[in-house]
Structures are given as structure tokens and as C-alpha cells.
């Protein structure tokens, strides 16, 4: 025969008996209301510290018509991008006594509005990351008022509290870099179609031309097995520079120029966005844009917290970016004259 030295948990009913008060009074001094005499509220709370009592946290969202669960909806938990993100955003959560609920929309626009409706439905605030959702969605979601912050996307005339990562000015940093080498033409490796960071890069890829530097794209993702079946098509377009929607598709693109025997930095300089960690330690290190992911969770849980609090901010804010020069980019290689 097993014996167990387990302590039986405290429960609200030893509380209410131990304090001569019924189980209702100590759910209402628990619950902050006000209507309980002091003297036996004071008396409530003694007791609960003398017996160690720990309230059930979702009991008491419930009790209170709050879940306290944030919601997060992310295109792509494969990304390291969002891992960051959300650990960052988790500590948020939790030193504000909240969980986090993720649901992963595999980047389909159309996918992530029927979860953010179920995420509005099961948690007290959510966060949309990168939304690739229709303006029409994402307003009518904005428009029920539940607390919500978007990271990565900005829809003019509608009010939303946006956390944006400066994606325009990295990217016409990769290009100042690469007209500073000598190259005058890059191919990009597009992102995903209904992505906004994808539409700040190509804008700044036009804006570039300012300052010599023209580019063509070849449609691709934000995979690297994007990137390694797009890497051919580069080639082909005689391509001296490849810069691509973001590490991921980078690293897929560097696997299959190995493959082929195409060298990098050599032959074709390559750029990569986000600055994740594995870009370090690619062979060559990939020349990237640092992206402050810790910082954009950071930013993203606090806004949210203040909404659920009952602010209702809706300036966005930005976060800066940095480019990170590495060994996988280089002046173009002269080309020889063909022999007569």
C-alpha cells in the first residue's frame, strides 16, 4: 500500500470558515468589492495569508467576465521572427498576471480573420502580428472595440494602435550599401503578397533608384524553401546582388547557390532582413537588417495592457532598425571581355 505526504489545497470554504464569514463575503473581498465591513474584510484578508490561500486565477476572470488570456495571431510560428516577439510579450503577460493564447494563420489572409474572431472570443485583448488580412477585416475588427495593437502594418484612416518596425528605412539602407560597393542592378526575392513589410521594402527599392541603383523581382515568400527555388530565376537575370524579403529566404538562396557552385560573396553579393540568429553563423555571415524583436513584444504586450486597463491610445509608434554588414556581400567581380 502507497501512502502520499501531499497537503491538501486550501480551498475558499476553509477561508469562509476559519474567518466566521460565509464563502460570498470572502469571493467579494477577493474580488475587490467594496460593499464587505471593514473590519471583517481586514479579518478575510489575515486569514488568507495565516492559510496560504491561492485563488483561482481563471475562476476569478470568469467572475469577473474576463479571461485573462491575451491573444496573439501570428502568419508563420515557424519564423523565429515571431519566437522572439512572443517570449518578449510573454514576460509582459505574465508580470500582469495574464496568460497568452497563439494561433498560427499559415499565412492565409483569409484564415486569420475567422481567428481573430475566436481569439476576441476567449481572451481579454489580442495582438495581430504582421496582419495580411483585407483593410475591410481589420476595420471591422477595430471597430467592435476590443483592446487590440498590430505590429507591422499601417491602414491609413483607421484608428488602430500600431507598433511598426522601420522596414523602409532598412531596406534603403541594404541598398545605400550595395551602390556603395559598385552594384547598379539587384534582383529581391518578393515577400508575401499581402504583406505590408514586403510593400515598405519595394517601395524603398523604387525610392533607391534616386540614387542609381535599379532592381527587378522574382514573386518568392518569406520560406527558405522559397528561397532556394527562387535562387535559380536570380541567375538567370544575370543578378551581381540578390537581396532578399528576409533571412529565412536568404539562407534557402545561399543553400542553393552552394549548390550550384555559385560563390557568395564572389560571384553575387546576398542580403537577407531581420537579423535572425542563425544569419551569424551562415557560411558566409549573412549581411542583414537587425530588427529589435524583443523590443517590438515589449512594446506590443505594454500597449496592450494599458488598453485592457481602459486607455484608449491609438498613436503608433516605430522602432528603428540597424544593418549589420557581414561577409556575404562584396563589390561586383569585373566581368572579362569575351575573347574575339
Known sequence: MTTT??????????????????????SRVLNGVDS?????????????VELGYRPNAAAQGLARGRS???????????????????????D???????RVLVMDSGEDPYEERELADDLIRHSDGILLCSPRMP???????AHRGHPMVVTNRVVLGLELHAINVDFFRGMLAVCGHLAQLGHREVVYLSGPEASWANAERLRALSAAEDF????????????????YEAAPAALDLGARAVVAYNDFVALGALARFTDLGVR????????????IGMARYASPALTTVAVPRELLGRLAGE??????????????????????????????????PASS
Do not use: W
Open 135 to 141: 483593410r475591410a477585416d481589420l476595420a471591422e475588427l
Open 303 to 336: 500597449a496592450l495592457v494599458r488598453q485592457m486597463q481602459g486607455a484608449s491610445e491609438v498613436e503608433p509608434e516605430a522602432v528603428a532598425v540597424e544593418l549589420l554588414v557581414r561577409g556575404s556581400t562584396a563589390a561586383p567581380m569585373r566581368r572579362e
Open 92 to 98: 509582459v503577460a505574465r508580470g500582469s498576471g495574464r
Open 68 to 90: 485573462g488570456t491575451i491573444g496573439v495571431l501570428v502568419p508563420d510560428l515557424a519564423n523565429p521572427y515571431f519566437h522572439d516577439m512572443l517570449k518578449a510579450l510573454s
Open 264 to 275: 557568395v560573396p564572389e560571384e553575387i553579393s546576398l542580403t537577407g532582413f531581420d537579423g
Open 36 to 48: 464587505v465591513d471593514a473590519a471583517l474584510a481586514e479579518r478575510v484578508r489575515q486569514t488568507i
Open 212 to 227: 542609381g541603383l535599379t532592381f527587378r523581382t522574382i514573386p518568392c515568400g518569406a520560406t527558405a524553401e522559397a528561397g
Open 5 to 26: 505526504n501531499r497537503k491538501r489545497r486550501t480551498t475558499i470554504g476553509d477561508v469562509a470558515r476559519a474567518a466566521g464569514a460565509s464563502i460570498s463575503t470572502v
